[in-house]
């Protein structure tokens, strides 16, 4: 029997552009320094750095009492805000990219609600009697968290002026949301230990505590007998939760779920006070202001953050392997990072691009680069 024609081929797939998503572990090594923004005058400090929800904006807070805003996306520099009158700290981007919080580190301790599109105070929270520490939005709302040497934790609605709850704790200088949105955690540095809550009981106690003295290695002299701890982050698959440190013995790893030591994460070198910045535990004076040298990629996976000596920037991998060293479950950085130019004093992954930045006296902006391989230590 006689068929009839056979149906046309389908149509040949569009010219391919390069695929744009790529996955964090193909790129984690090639991460290299592509824009390069200097402050003015050349001894100012970038004290905090924040990328807006859709990664397309980077504000840096600055030792000048200015706060310098760059498009990520074009690698420009947009505008410079001056609060020369309070100061800055801890600039942190609302869920409006036109709009931050920051900490005053001039006059008093209040923190400002500013417009960066026309450079108007939206409002004002005040009720910090002491230098804030840390500025924590929360990843579901617009309300966020404040940690102060005044030992209290403030929770905060954007909508009021008034905190919308407190807690009164000893040395509670660190906080992180986890992704969720419905736990935080609190670092006291004092106690060692890490406390989470109930975001919806925040009043109540805590329901666990995870106590770090059998890990975290005796203060270094200076720093009041206080561990340094430098910042307290999630990451985003929730499993994991960081506490950065300017010990020697480097970062601790939890388990976020149990409280356990995954490992330490040693800097390949000594960390030396020229890189490291103060903790909030130490006085201010034997370094500038900072907010952590180390930042989860997105995939929760990777750990990047400075040496502590050089200018390179390192690299660990969780999920890689873990040695026994002495008493000390640890893993060492897989690979460096090399940058000629700037320390990795604060580093921060951008969470919607394959992107992260650094600064010190300068900011820079890493991309990866096809055209260079691994950097083995």
Known sequence: MAQGPSPPPPPPPPPSHGDKTQKTSDIIGTLRPTKLFKLSPPETYVTSLDFDDD???????????????????????????????????????????????????????????????????????????????????????????????????????????????????????????????NVIAIASASTSSILLYDLKQFDKAPFATFDLRPHDPRPAPGSNGIPEWTKLEFSNDGKSLLVATNHSHGHLLLDAFNGELKAHLPRPFQPTWGVLRAAPSTTPSRSALGQGDVSFSPDGRYVIGGSGADRDAVVWDTQGRVSKEGERQVIRPMCSLPCDRGKAAIVLWNHRFNMMATADTEVIMWLPDEHVGMKSL
């Open 55 to 181: 990664g397309q904006l980077l504000i840096a807070a600055c030792s000048d009492a200015s706060l310098q805003l760059y498009s990520a996306r074009d690698g420009t520099h947009q505008k410079t805000l001056l609060s020369q009158k309070y100061g800055c700290h801890l600039a942190r981007f609302s869920h409006h990219s036109q709009s931050i919080i920051y900490a005053s580190t001039r006059i008093d301790d209040t923190i400002r609600y500013l417009s960066t599109h026309d450079n108007n105070y939206l409002r004002y929270f005040k009720g910090h009697t002491a230098a804030v520490t840390d500025l924590t939005p929360c990843p579901g709302n617009d309300t966020f968290l404040s940690c102060s040497i005044d030992n209290t934790v403030r929770l905060w609605d954007l909508r009021s002026q008034n905190a919308q709850g407190k807690l009164n704790l000893a040395t509670p200088y660190l906080a992180a949301y986890d992704p969720s949105a």
